[in-house]
């Protein structure tokens, strides 16, 4: 499933929509279904103030800016002509009061059949002079002076006055006559610039609900992801670097997160938004939506087209990126190898290699963006050039308004805006699908120690320890131990020792119950170890490794690592056993020094003794210590010597050692070699038998003495 710098390699990852991995979110959402429904409503809310703006224009110019009225002369038409007409379209048309002429509003006559409409203007029967209405009141405010007398008075009061006479007047009676205009196009203004406020408010309630839902499951998955690591068996860390793993807590996580605040929710609203700018279209005019929809096919097959190809060069530049990192990540951390062996030059020549690979996938993602983009423009542009060329013919054939005309023009353009986004979307896409992927791998991934159904914890722990024909392979076909049996009593002190490779480790390994022994058995106080709790038998161990790892942090934390039951008094008790306190003294603040990374600044013997600590802070019964003397000088040693004898006193305690002068005094050495125990017996019996042993203890003591 891994490639060779620990990426997910493309052919293996799936379809990048997959509904399965969608679904393996809901249980994460599901907690906040009220907020993620909260959210869809005020995205469908701010949808709905979005089209509402165009259609304001639209009703302020033709209600208000080019309100028009259209007379219609009957004396073209026959009597049974004239009988169709007022029963057809009676509804529509106003009369005169004196001469019972007819007028049509602009408004009207969109509501009239195109073929019946065009007919009538061809015979003349609506006449092209446009008239204007207001009330009586208003006219009678004007002066005399200049005043038109020309009107048309209609049968409820109001008057009709042509634009050509209206035009004539002075602007200052314009202005009184038209306005209830004016103040309704200033109400129109006013609404539009309320939604307009309204809906940023809007917006800032459901990024900040989307954010907050995206942090909540983030966070969520994060500590499930955690735990699931924790859970492991020491072989899931053998095959996953830690790299790797860090990187699936918190960039893929990231991008999981992107992917909900940015796509997920923005589909639904895109959705609106697309479903609505379609509904109004057809309401305005569906004549007009049908001829701009022509486009449709076109822009979704070039979509299609779009998003195949913006795949491949995604891919492509995630497994450069991947490759880089990688690099990086090891070159850095192995940069004194590199800088001693003067290997900088073959270093450079291998990064400059995968960094050319990952500009040629950042060009070919950048090529086809820099196609894309331009095409949905020229569609854009397309398609208002198209509204304009029939719109426009239709309102000059008074088919549709200039304000129908205007708020197509507007919609069209809020049309494409989602599609342009689809080159973001769909890169955030496909980084959250793959991060998803490999999230929820290492999640369905079961590599935990195995715990028996039948738990329980023997009444009295002494630390008893006794290993019956155990045998164990890393690898089934590849065994490391044979048969080993051995026992330690309560209280005892027994040191194993051996060649390396002779499988010391591994039998730690199995008593920390790391793995399990593929034949035989480990027990302790009468009972197998996989009966065992693993929490409850873990906490009566304590384990010194000779890689001590340090985390960052204060001294006292590194003891406690934040176990229950263990203060600050117990941290100092087992500091003073494990003569650590003579040197943590010494440091500027003592037990609350900050330690960095890898604790870089303590000397090899310093954390030596700290891990001393650590392991008596818990009291634990059986005692485990893994080459706890082999890097440090001779005073040291006999400090962690000391440390050693008060450690193991009262306690059951089993000592890997490296350098045989500090076992001497153990109850029992078990002698390994070759996955075996050959030997056993004090000091002086395995010397006075001249075996393997012997033949170590020469090998190691030193030729001479330093002055």
């Known amino acids: 499933m891994f490639g060779e710098y620990g990426y997910i390699e493309e052919g293996k990852l799936g379809k990048p929509y997959n509904i399965r991995l969608l679904k393996r979110l809901v249980p994460y959402a599901r907690p906040y279904w009220g907020i993620i429904g909260a959210a869809l409503s005020l995205i469908l809310l701010i949808t709905l103030l979005d089209l509402a703006v165009p259609y304001l224009s639209k009703i302020a110019i033709d209600r208000y800016i080019l309100s028009a009225w259209y007379r219609v002369d009957t004396q073209p038409l026959?009597?049974?002509?004239?009988?169709?007409?007022?029963?057809?379209?009676?509804?529509?048309?106003?009369?005169?009061?004196?001469?019972?002429?007819?007028?049509?509003?602009?408004?009207?006559?969109?509501?009239?059949?195109?073929?019946?409409?065009?007919?009538?203007?061809?015979?003349?029967?609506?006449?092209?002079?446009?008239?204007?209405?207001?009330?009586?009141?208003?006219?009678?405010?004007?002066?005399?002076h200049g005043t038109p007398r020309a009107v048309r008075p209609m049968a409820d009061d109001t008057v009709l006055i042509s634009y050509d006479r209206l035009n004539k007047l002075p602007r200052k009676d314009r202005l009184l006559i038209r306005e209830q205009d004016l103040q309704g196009v200033?109400?129109?203004?006013?609404?539009?610039?309320?939604?307009?406020?309204?809906?940023?408010?809007?917006?800032?309630?459901?990024?900040?609900?989307?954010?907050?839902?995206?942090q909540h499951m983030m966070q969520d998955i994060r500590l499930d992801l955690f735990q699931r690591m924790q859970s492991q068996a020491v072989r899931f860390f053998d095959r996953h670097p830690v790299g790797r793993l860090v990187t699936r807590v918190t960039n893929d996580i990231e991008n999981l997160n992107e992917m909900f605040k940015s796509v997920v929710i923005t589909v639904f609203k895109d959705f609106f938004l697309l479903t609505g700018i379609l509904a109004v279209l057809l309401y305005l005019n569906w004549r007009l939506a049908l001829v701009?929809?022509?486009?449709?096919?076109?822009?979704?097959?070039?979509?299609?087209?779009?998003?195949?190809?913006?795949?491949?060069?995604?891919?492509?530049?995630?497994?450069?990126?991947?490759?880089l990192n990688a690099f990086l990540q090891e070159r850095l951390s192995g940069m004194r190898i590199i800088q001693l062996f003067v290997a900088e030059d073959e270093q450079m020549e291998a990064f400059s290699r995968i960094n050319h690979e990952n500009y040629q996938a950042g060009m070919k993602q950048i090529r086809v963006f820099a196609i894309f983009m331009p095409i949905m423009e020229l569609m854009s542009a397309c398609a208002v050039a198209l509204v304009i060329w029939y719109?426009?013919?239709?309102?000059?054939?008074?088919?549709?308004?200039?304000?129908?005309?205007?708020?197509?023009?507007?919609?069209?353009?809020?049309?494409?805006?989602?599609?342009?986004?689809?080159?973001?979307?769909?890169?955030?896409?496909?980084?959250?699908?793959?991060?998803?992927?490999?999230?929820?791998?290492?999640?369905?991934?079961?590599?935990?120690?195995?715990?028996?159904?039948?738990?329980?914890?023997?009444?009295?722990?002494?630390?008893?320890?006794?290993?019956?024909?155990?045998?164990?392979?890393?690898?089934?076909?590849?065994?490391?131990?044979?048969?080993?049996?051995?026992?330690?009593?309560?209280g005892e002190t027994v040191a194993l020792v051996g060649p390396t490779g002779s499988g010391k480790t591994t039998v730690v390994n199995l008593i920390e119950r790391f793995y399990d022994p593929q034949w035989g058995a480990l027990f302790r106080d009468g009972m197998d170890l996989r009966q065992w709790p693993m929490g409850a038998y873990r906490r009566g161990l304590g384990l010194c490794l000779q890689d001590?790892?340090?985390?960052?942090?204060?001294?006292?934390?590194?003891?406690?690592?934040?176990?229950?039951?263990?203060?600050?008094?117990?941290?100092?008790?087992?500091?003073?056993?494990?003569?650590?306190?003579?040197?943590i003294k010494k440091l500027p603040h003592g037990f609350d020094q900050q330690l960095g990374e890898g604790g870089s600044t303590l000397s090899a013997?310093?954390?030596?003794?700290?891990?001393?600590?650590?392991?008596?802070?818990a009291k634990p019964r059986l005692l485990i210590l893994d080459e706890a003397t082999s890097s440090v000088d001779p005073q040291t040693e006999r400090l962690i010597q000391e440390a050693i004898s008060r450690m193991a006193a009262g306690r059951t305690t089993l000592v890997v050692a490296h350098r045989l002068s500090t076992i001497r005094d153990a109850h029992r050495i078990l002698v390994m070699y070759h996955g075996r125990i050959i030997e056993q017996g004090t000091h002086e019996s395995l010397m006075a038998r001249g075996g393997i042993y012997a033949k170590l203890t020469r090998l190691r003591k030193p030729s001479h003495k330093l002055p």
């Open 548 to 583: 001590v790892f340090i985390f960052s942090g204060n001294l006292a934390d590194n003891i406690s690592l934040g176990r229950e039951g263990i203060d600050r008094e117990k941290i100092e008790s087992a500091a003073a056993a494990a003569n650590a306190l003579t040197f």
């Open 292 to 323: 701009t929809f022509l486009l449709l096919p076109l822009i979704f097959g070039l979509t299609l087209l779009f998003s195949s190809l913006a795949r491949e060069a995604f891919r492509e530049l995630r497994l450069t990126i991947s490759k």
């Open 78 to 144: 026959s009597t049974e002509e004239r009988r169709a007409l007022f029963a057809k379209y009676g509804h529509l048309l106003e009369k005169e009061r004196k001469d019972r002429t007819c007028f049509i509003s602009q408004r009207s006559m969109r509501e009239m059949d195109p073929a019946d409409l065009h007919g009538y203007q061809s015979r003349k029967v609506l006449r092209p002079e446009r008239f204007y209405r207001i009330g009586q009141e208003a006219l009678d405010r004007l002066p005399d």
């Open 186 to 214: 200033t109400v129109v203004a006013v609404v539009c610039l309320f939604v307009v406020l309204f809906s940023f408010g809007l917006g800032y309630g459901e990024h900040y609900l989307l954010e907050s839902i995206g």
């Open 391 to 490: 719109g426009g013919g239709k309102v000059i054939g008074e088919e549709i308004t200039l304000g129908s005309l205007v708020a197509f023009i507007s919609y069209i353009q809020m049309f494409f805006k989602p599609i342009r986004d689809i080159s973001e979307k769909y890169n955030i896409m496909q980084s959250a699908m793959a991060s998803t992927e490999r999230i929820f791998e290492f999640m369905d991934q079961r590599d935990a120690m195995p715990e028996s159904e039948h738990r329980r914890v023997p009444p009295v722990q002494k630390g008893h320890l006794v290993a019956d024909e155990v045998s164990f392979g890393y690898r089934e076909d590849r065994p490391v131990l044979f048969d080993i049996s051995f026992e330690v009593k309560p």
């Open 605 to 617: 013997g310093e954390r030596q003794l700290l891990s001393f600590a650590r392991a008596l802070a």
